[in-house]
């Protein structure tokens, strides 16, 4: 490949400056709710659910085969996964020997997943049930957002669930279900159905986009991060507005999957939002491979579940 991008100390600061204020956008909001020990039902869900700091988030990385040049560019070095750049005079890099078999492990899973995910049709007839399922039969006081009313109480809720067949195939979310409902699901998927079952039209496959940029931080570069991190935000809305919790007080119109409109309009913001993910999701595998190459190729890519000897150029 050619050689790297060497970015100069004023753009490599202008790039880093427009991150911070875009995705202070949500984490300023987020840590001051925290700090008066204040509940989101739908936001907090991108800062608790998903593992990654709100400070890690703000900060910027470049990615790899780039360089950052100038006096402030040492500031890396005190970071994990940076050294000086060999060929660049006072350069500072993500370091490829920092890669390591841990990493490498992610690397590969993502890849086989992304690419198995992207290689299917998106499936657009959930219409957001597994929140409704992972309510079933509970009381007001025993839901995860017990501060917020259900729309139709739980006896409506109930009656929502048993008139309409439930198709999760993901399983983070499948596992949130409530025992009674478990049985419900046209799947049972486990852990080690993620590779067969993962479908783009799923709004958690696409929310968990997000999961895999920031895993492997901080080689993902902070753009592609963001990217995905917005579009998790967007899609989070849509699954709690389709939820059975009423949300009004907070701005949040409810989709009322419950009738034969909401879930025609709920599955074409589905589609929309698996359209958008996409390119994503390709960006995302393509990272994948490039850090596969910094090193020896693995004997072994795990794929649609099963372990096959590869090289890297087997790798779709």
Request: aromatic share 10%; glycine share 4%.
């Amino acid at each position: 490949m050619s050689g790297p991008i060497v970015l100069d100390e004023a753009t490599w600061h202008t790039r880093r400056e427009e991150h911070r204020r875009r995705v202070r956008r949500w984490t300023e909001p987020h840590v001051r709710r925290r700090a008066n020990l204040e509940k989101h039902p739908v936001l907090d869900f991108l800062f608790t659910y998903y593992s990654h700091r709100p400070a890690r988030l703000e900060r910027w990385h470049p990615g790899p085969d780039v360089v950052l040049t100038g006096e402030s560019a040492r500031e890396y070095l005190s970071w994990s996964g940076y050294a000086e750049h060999p060929d660049v005079p006072g350069g500072v890099a993500l370091d490829p020997a920092a890669f390591t078999d841990s990493r490498r492990r992610t690397a590969e899973f993502a890849h086989a997943l992304l690419t198995a995910t992207a290689s299917r049709p998106p499936r657009l007839s959930c219409f957001g049930l597994h929140e409704w399922a992972m309510v079933y039969r509970l009381d007001q006081d025993e839901v995860r957002h017990a501060a917020w009313p259900l729309r139709l109480g739980s006896s409506g809720t109930d009656a929502v669930v048993e008139s309409q067949s439930i198709r999760c195939g993901h399983f983070d979310a499948f596992r949130f279900f409530t025992e009674p409902a478990r049985p419900r699901n046209t799947l049972q998927p486990t852990r080690e159905d993620q590779l067969r079952l993962e479908q783009p039209g799923c709004l958690h496959a696409n929310m968990d986009l997000y999961k895999w940029a920031y895993k492997l931080d901080p080689f993902t570069p902070s753009e592609l991060v963001a990217d995905c991190f917005e579009l998790a935000v967007e899609i989070r809305e849509l699954d709690m507005r389709a939820s059975p919790y009423d949300l009004a007080a907070l701005g949040y119109e409810p989709v009322r999957i419950e009738t034969a409109e909401g879930r025609a309009d709920y599955a074409r913001r589905q589609a929309a939002f698996a359209r958008r993910a996409a390119p994503l999701r390709d960006r995302l595998a393509q990272l994948c491979r490039r850090l596969l190459e910094w090193g020896e190729p693995p004997d072994t890519v795990s794929e649609d579940g099963r372990t096959r000897t590869a090289t890297l150029r087997n790798l779709p």
